[in-house]
């Protein structure tokens, strides 16, 4: 049963065309969560995916959390589950954006580009973003869906972030090296490397199954490199060049 909230107890965050919810039975749960995903916030909306808090109801543990994708609800018990809803949140995006990709990935822009840096833990996306802050508008987690005429990436509030919808120009593996030096993978290569650092819907096939048409039509029509790189701003030209 869903828990009593307050009237004023819910607030909307647009998360790149999908609409998430959250209710708490909780004042304070509610204003750390609109702290945390604050530039995402939007007037109420039929929303996509609801979470919804209760400070009541953990049983071993101060914290828990039950998933109902039938019905699209992320219950969280706890005096901390409102602090697990990261995790959470990017598993069921992956669910409820298909075929829509959700990337491991920083969002870089150059005017009308996009450049999305792709890699694991270490990598570089938060480096990258880091030395070009004018220029990232996400540095952990990106959406990518296909359109007619273009490739559109948008920016997710995960960690330093801002609302961003952008034509994507190109795809980065990330890499540190002992120069900057960028190679064009084939599109075989790069559906296998860049399948690495995407959030799989894996409970759900035909959801997976369109993710995976997303992944190959991106590749076709985006390029994607290897890139080497130093922790410099250097490495600036050659993100950005022209082949």
């Known amino acids: 049963m869903d828990p009593v909230v307050r009237n004023d107890g819910r607030f909307c965050i647009d998360l790149g065309g999908t609409i998430a919810e959250f209710s708490s039975s909780e004042p304070d749960a509610i204003h750390r969560m609109r702290r945390r995903f604050a530039g995402f916030e939007v007037a109420s909306a039929r929303p996509v995916i609801s979470f ?25 018990f706890g005096e901390q589950g409102i602090s697990h809803v990261d995790g959470v949140l990017r598993t069921v995006l992956a669910v409820v954006a298909a075929p829509d ?19 694991k833990p270490g990598a570089g996306k938060s480096t990258m973003a ?10 952990e987690l990106a959406r990518v869906g296909v359109s007619p005429k273009r490739v559109v990436a948008k920016s997710l509030p995960y960690w330093k972030a801002r609302p961003a919808t952008v034509s994507l120009k190109s795809i980065f593996l990330l890499r540190h090296g002992l120069s900057n030096r960028r190679i064009r993978l084939s599109a075989s290569d790069a559906i296998r490397e860049l399948r690495r650092h995407l959030y799989w819907p894996l409970d759900e096939e035909k959801a997976a199954d369109a993710t995976f048409g997303t992944l190959s039509e991106v590749v076709q029509r985006v390029p994607v490199y290897r890139l080497d790189f130093l922790p410099d701003r250097r490495v600036w030209k050659t993100l950005t060049e022209v082949e």
């Open 130 to 139: 880091g030395l070009f802050p004018e220029n990232a508008v996400c540095d």
């Open 52 to 76: 919804i808090h209760s400070p009541e109801g953990g049983e071993q543990l101060s914290f828990s959390t039950s998933v109902d994708l039938k019905n699209r609800k992320v219950y969280l």
């Open 101 to 119: 990709l959700i990337a491991h990935a920083a969002l870089l822009l150059d005017g009308e580009r996009a450049f999305l840096c792709c890699g």
